[in-house]
């Protein structure tokens, strides 16, 4: 699977829009973004993942650039408790398993 | 459903004992994933099911590891002999193959964990 590089901390404030970028500059055609998160003590949850066109779901957008090399993750309206790490992921179509990185913490304060 | 569940939430051991973990996945998943993480790092992927097969183990899982699945539902993982270095959060994660996503697999949804000191 591609590497991916994500800034490793993050600040918003509360009712602001959360933009989490993530480089993935060597990734392959048949791979795709996945996006999940970890809030403290828990598991990993699933937000949105994408091959090239934009995604949005009732958690997020997910923006890919043209050349497929990076993308941003938008949290349209944070609150407190989108306080999480959150991890970009880059995954080959058909294969299983996940390759998580550190993540970037994003901590929403008021 | 409640989701993916896991048994027990903290396991407190001396080095040396052997520790059972169990993971009971959501009833419609035919795959079954393990994870460990550690703290201030990503989870660290070592084995997957799928039904009651085990499909790939990673080198992570060294020999005093074993994961079983024998009726395809729910999973256990065994770490035998201790060592402090197996400290770590153990979680497990669940998804159904051939989902509607498009690309044949669906998110997985993970379970909260078994938090285990090796003291």
């Known amino acids: 699977d591609a590497k991916t590089t994500q800034p490793p901390s993050m600040d918003c404030a509360e009712g602001r829009a959360a933009n989490l970028p993530c480089n993935h500059s060597?990734?392959?055609?048949?791979?795709?973004v996945y996006w999940y998160r970890q809030i403290h003590s828990q598991g990993p949850q699933y937000i949105i993942h994408g091959l090239k066109n934009n995604e949005t779901n009732e958690m997020a957008s997910l923006i890919i650039t043209e050349d497929r090399k990076s993308s941003t993750l938008i949290l349209p309206h944070a609150t407190l408790r989108d306080t999480a790490v959150y991890y970009c992921i880059v995954r080959v179509a058909g294969y299983s398993t996940l390759t998580f990185g550190k993540g970037t913490m994003l901590l929403v304060s008021p | 459903d409640t989701g993916v569940s896991q048994d027990p939430r903290h396991k407190i051991t001396k080095r040396g004992q052997n520790v059972t973990f169990r993971c009971d996945p959501i009833?419609?998943?035919?795959?079954l994933y393990w994870y460990r993480q550690t703290l201030g790092q990503g989870p660290e992927f070592l084995t997957y099911?799928?039904?009651?097969?085990?499909?790939?183990k990673s080198r992570l899982l060294s020999d005093r590891f074993s994961a079983e699945r024998p009726k395809g539902s729910f999973s256990t993982l065994e770490i035998q002999r201790t060592e402090q270095g197996d400290s770590a959060m153990y979680l497990c994660?669940?998804?159904?193959?051939?989902?509607?996503?498009?690309?044949?697999?669906?998110?997985?949804?993970f379970g909260s964990g078994t938090r285990l000191t090796v003291v």
């Open positions: 994660a669940s998804s159904l193959a051939g989902s509607s996503q498009g690309d044949g697999f669906g998110g997985y949804t």
């Open positions: 009833s419609e998943h035919n795959r």
């Open positions: 060597t990734i392959s055609g048949n791979e795709y």
């Open positions: 099911f799928q039904n009651e097969a085990q499909l790939e």
